[in-house]
């Protein structure tokens, strides 16, 4: 697991895995080698040209996963699959792409809401495979997100995050959004689906669920 | 970080370090490399002579992050301190205890409620070390931590794991203890300081501000 990206987002991966699997005991669930890396370059000054490119330093991470004897990678983050590449490069093993996962969850959608940061969005990461697909998609004020993303990496997840949250989702909502998709994986640390009035599609679940039904294939 | 020993325990831990960190950005995080690896062998069994050693896949684990560069390790399970000389032996890497770490919060107490599984007890990491320092111990029934602790595993964390747990510490109190040590990382997930009527130490909480020290060092 390539993450750190945020350090809490990573811990959530990590939670959900483990509630992910109906074990009655220790050795029911699947060993997972975690790299939470913090220090990995900025997803959205790499792609506005203010900084260096995250890239190197996520096959790094992909190559010293592969040493320690990981059988398939995945990264929950969805800014940085904008180098899902050089991930891909840096091993021969299997990486388990969040974005093809969440996209495939999305069927059925006429227009999705799409919570990103910015490098998410200008990457176009969601953006090609919706369209492909026919589904429409409504973007959320940059800095909004921004703004939410930054609170909950400074670790305030309280009611008034929560709150600014809800308000984000209502406005795609009513801008004519009929499904939401949590595409940063900080946003679930604030945002479930009780806040949401139309179905809400988590990518750090998707990821989850994706990484155990493939650890137990 | 030797973790997996259980998987929600270590999450639980990863969660710590997280809120333990003031970070307004990602960076102000440590890296963290975690081997979650629940497939260790049973350290209860292991201690009984009803099963393998963990010692040898722990001092592996120890060795595959300190080839991945780890700088420090740690281990949140208390059990498999039992085995800690072998993480020792296995590299050159400084190992912070948790038994350590946790003994030198219970300074002033006259007697500790040992809250922990057959392999902490029978081993007597912990009354050990309490002992020598003229602090008196009182064990709980084995048999109720065991379901307890079986219970978590198994993803059961709600009201009725939660009301077990109370009535366990308040056994504990009522048989004398001054102050209660959850001492196997399990036991947090189900019972906090609103639940004592005694201080609680978390052996999880005191590990993970030791690392967080040692990594802000």
Not at 95 to 104: E, G, K, L, Q
Not at 117 to 138: C, M, N, S
Not at 155 to 167: E, F, S, Y
Request: glycine share 10%; charged share 15%.
């Amino acid at each position: 697991m390539i993450g750190g990206m945020g350090p809490a987002a990573t811990a959530d991966f990590m939670a959900r895995l483990v509630r992910g699997v109906a074990a009655g005991h220790d050795h029911d669930h699947p060993r997972i080698l975690v790299d939470s890396n913090p220090h990995v370059p900025d997803r959205n000054a790499a792609l506005a040209g203010t900084g260096p490119s995250p890239g190197p330093a996520l096959a790094a991470m992909a190559r010293g996963l592969a040493a320690q004897g990981a059988a398939l990678l995945a990264m929950p983050c969805n800014a940085a699959h904008g180098w899902a590449d050089d991930v891909r490069a840096a091993t021969d093993l299997p990486f388990i792409d969040m974005i093809d996962a969440s996209v495939a969850r999305l069927a059925g959608a006429r227009t999705v809401g799409l919570i990103a940061v910015a490098a998410t969005l200008d990457a176009r990461l969601y953006h090609r495979p919706l369209e492909a697909a026919g589904i429409g998609v409504i973007e959320p004020d940059r800095a909004e997100v921004a703004a939410l993303v930054a609170r909950v990496k400074a670790g305030d997840v309280g009611p008034a995050a929560q709150a600014a949250a809800t308000v984000l989702a209502a406005g795609l909502v009513a801008t004519g959004a009929d499904m939401l998709l949590a595409a940063c994986t900080e946003i679930p640390l604030v945002l479930g689906q009780p806040q949401c009035r139309v179905p809400l599609v988590e990518t750090t679940q998707v990821l989850a669920d994706a990484v155990l039904e493939a650890a137990a294939a």
